[in-house]
Nanobody, 128 residues
């Protein structure tokens, strides 16, 4: 049974940093086709923040480019999201997601419907 568990959320002032972690169990991060971070703020749709392909390629949402970085440590079976220069508009529930399917084009989708496994989420609050 695949399980994803996020941690690392919290409250921070604008300009600060946080690192989110997503510990996987029941399946190896080294073999998921795609892993991703999504976020959802109250009253808004779920938004793709960052994705990482099985072969290591990454891509980011426009609003976080240059500030966030996605990575994974296969030895620890954990996905990370390093968030720097945080802004109040980054406030949201952040979710880890994964899918076993391999995209041979090397690109992972930012569409939440493409991911079959989800964590429970961790709250990030950025104050001005």
């Amino acid at each position: 049974q695949v399980q994803l568990a996020e941690s690392g959320g919290g409250s921070v002032q604008a300009g600060g940093s946080l690192r989110l972690s997503c510990a996987a169990s029941g399946y190896m991060t080294s073999t998921f086709g795609c892993m991703a971070w999504f976020r959802q703020a109250p009253g808004k749709e779920r938004e793709g923040v960052a994705v990482i392909h099985l072969y290591g390629g990454t891509s980011y949402g426009e609003s976080v480019k240059g500030r966030f970085s996605i990575s994974k440590d296969n030895a620890k079976n954990t996905l990370y999201l390093q968030m720097n220069s945080l802004k109040p508009e980054d406030t949201a529930m952040y979710y880890c997601a994964a899918d076993k399917g391999i995209r041979y084009g090397g690109n992972c989708p930012h569409d939440s419907s493409e991911y079959n496994y989800w964590g429970q989420g961790t709250q990030v609050t950025v104050s001005s």
